[in-house]
T-cell receptor, first 110, second 115 residues
Framework: GQQVMQIPQYQHVQEGEDFTTYCNSS?????IQWYKQRPGGHPVFLIQ?????EVKKQKRLTFQFGEAKKNSSLHITATQTTDVGTYFC??????????FGAGTRLFVKA | NAGVMQNPRHLVRRRGQEARLRCSPM?????VYWYRQLPEEGLKFMVY????????ESGMPKERFSAEFPKEGPSILRIQQVVRGDSAAYFC?????????????FGEGSWLTVV
């Protein structure tokens, strides 16, 4: 079945450093979504990418969708302690499921 | 505009008891999904339902687990004869329909602890 690989599993950064998480699929994706889950919280939708090569920004967050629509990245510039949490990518399968990557857990040291 | 509502937020059950988790989708949403998240792990798809229909239950354990989404009322995830391994966060999500790329929105989750 559809799978999406997400790396790294964990990332420890000093506050102010940048952070990137990557998602890769062996098949072409129709779209990809990104979610953030704070510790003890629930996943919150961040953004959806649909077009090949698409780049979207939300303040310090930059989301990219690869030209072949098989990979995506989330980059955070100058991390803050409020960025702490787990970032998940998610893809829609050909059926009705939304499948999530394993997530990248971000730790930010002040 | 209320979001996805889940209750109870926290539930403690003894081994062998039943757990019932409820989910009311966002207003206007007719599609419901249940996910399970074990501690320190990712989100595992369990089941996708529309009103009165189970569309995809490929992620549901074969035994003890069932889900429904009746014509009236919330969706229910039912776990019979719970075991310690069922301890997890159970998240419900909803979407307006099932066109490819429609975003799903999560509730705050129900944390089940089996003692």
């Amino acid at each position: 079945g559809q799978q999406v690989m997400q790396i790294p599993q964990y990332q420890h950064v000093q506050e102010g450093e940048d952070f990137t998480t990557y998602c890769n699929s062996s098949t072409t994706l129709s779209n990809i979504q990104w979610y953030k889950q704070r510790p003890g919280g629930h996943p919150v939708f961040l953004i959806q990418l649909v077009k090949s090569g698409e780049v979207k920004k939300q303040k310090r967050l930059t989301f990219q969708f690869g030209e072949a629509k098989k990979n995506s990245s989330l980059h955070i510039t100058a991390t803050q302690t409020t960025d702490v949490g787990t970032y998940f990518c998610a893809v829609n399968t050909g059926g009705f499921k939304t499948i999530f990557g394993a997530g990248t857990r971000l730790f930010v040291k002040a | 505009n209320a979001g996805v509502m889940q209750n109870p937020r926290h539930l403690v059950r003894r081994r062998g008891q039943e757990a019932r988790l409820r989910c009311s989708p966002m207003k206007g949403h007719s599609h419901v999904y249940w996910y399970r998240q074990l501690p320190e792990e990712g989100l595992k798809f369990m089941v996708y339902l529309q009103k009165e229909n189970i569309i995809d239950e490929s992620g549901m354990p074969k035994e003890r687990f069932s889900a429904e989404f009746p014509k009236e009322g919330p969706s229910i995830l039912r776990i019979q004869q719970v075991v310690r391994g069922d301890s997890a966060a159970y998240f419900c999500a909803s979407s307006i329909d099932r066109e490819a790329g429609n975003t799903i929105y999560f509730g705050e989750g129900s944390w089940l602890t089996v003692v």
